[in-house]
């Protein structure tokens, strides 16, 4: 049973074809209002000018089709564009398009807040608030496409404010919006989740039968290590997590991407290297190096350029594939660590 005035983005396609099918309706109008909606991206029902006036009528009596204001926009001298939106309920979050020369790539929040405060993350200092609905997933990549509309987005980062798969139901149908081809008709290779390690929703995920990329905050080498930066280690040990880890590659056969911030004196050790290459050792990786950006909150530097580039040369000799992260729009609080839910 749909709610009144829910967004009907908040419905799946086979939703959509139920409530149809409720109503008395042919289960082909969701063809025609998921065009009308992630193609055409029309945001008034009224402009769905291929059905009856009857049928604009009905939704419109059941269902809106929420925008998020757009508060703030910054845009970074390379390029990459923040914007801090509002919600329905007043609650904020950041949504972030990152150009590049062969790709528009958009990092995504799915919770106002978060709740697992990590210590040199800002999205986690004013504590959680809720989860986001799949509609308001969904809005900001459909505002986004329209505030930078010289070029269309083609990857999606689960990246932003909040833990995704604390939010897995909501997430989940939202990437299949976004992958389906009535929908967004993104390639799942080019949508990636994040999370900080919440085991028992890795190994759902892997269930799925959804070929996105998988990246795991590790940010640590064991768990006295883990433990300094990411509270959830306590609950979910790094080597339940890594042995998770190859569960997750072994059923999708999906390459497994741990990102690993760089703190000067803390992260990008001899011995933190040494550690990686025992806890790595085997598994189908890569391993993105990021060296830590400016949060006010936290005291904590990057290693020097020499530094960071020996700890990956490190890494490689020891058989792990490492890469370092550019930093993108860390001049506008916008790089990895930086985004709020609010200001």
Not at 87 to 116: H, N, W, Y
Not at 182 to 192: D, E, Q, S, V, Y
Not at 281 to 299: M, Y
């Amino acid at each position: 049973m749909v709610r009144n005035q829910c967004d009907i983005r908040d419905l799946s396609y086979p939703e959509l074809t139920a409530y149809l099918d409720s109503i008395h309706e042919a289960p082909f109008h969701a063809d025609q209002v998921f065009e009308w909606i992630y193609q055409k991206q029309v945001r008034q029902f009224d402009r769905m000018s291929n059905l009856s006036s009857g049928l604009r009528a009905q939704f419109k009596g059941h269902f809106i089709l929420f925008e998020p204001a757009v508060l703030q926009k910054n845009v970074s001298s390379d390029g990459t564009v923040k914007v801090l939106f509002e919600l329905q309920d007043k609650e904020k979050i950041e949504t972030v398009m990152i150009p590049a020369s062969q790709r528009v790539t958009l990092c995504v929040s799915t919770q106002a807040g978060c709740k697992f405060g990590c210590r040199f993350c800002a999205s986690g200092i004013g504590g959680w608030k809720r989860n986001l609905t799949c509609a308001e997933i969904l809005s900001q990549i459909l505002a986004m496409n329209r505030i930078t509309e010289a070029r269309r987005i083609s990857h999606i980062v689960f990246m932003g404010v909040g833990e995704p798969l604390d939010n897995y139901d909501n997430l989940i149908k939202a990437v299949r919006v976004i992958n389906s081809p009535k929908g967004l008709n993104i390639a799942a290779r080019r949508i990636t989740v994040s999370t900080c390690g919440i085991i028992p929703m890795i190994k759902k995920l892997a269930e799925e039968g959804l070929q996105i990329e998988l990246a795991v905050s590790l940010h640590g080498f064991s768990d006295e290590s883990r433990n300094i930066l990411m509270p959830v280690n306590k609950k979910y040990p790094i080597k339940d997590l890594i042995d998770a880890c190859r569960q997750y590659s072994e059923a999708t056969r999906r390459q497994i991407t741990f990102e690993y911030i760089l703190i000067k004196g803390v992260t990008c050790t001899e011995k933190a290297a040494e550690g990686l290459g025992r806890l790595l050792k085997g598994l189908l990786c890569k391993i993105n190096l990021i060296p830590c950006n400016p949060v006010s909150e936290f005291d904590y530097e990057p290693p020097s350029r020499d530094q960071i580039c020996s700890f990956r040369d490190q890494l490689q000799r020891l058989g792990v594939h490492a890469t370092i992260r550019t930093p993108r729009g860390k001049d506008v609080s916008a790089a990895c660590g930086q985004l709020r839910h609010t200001i």
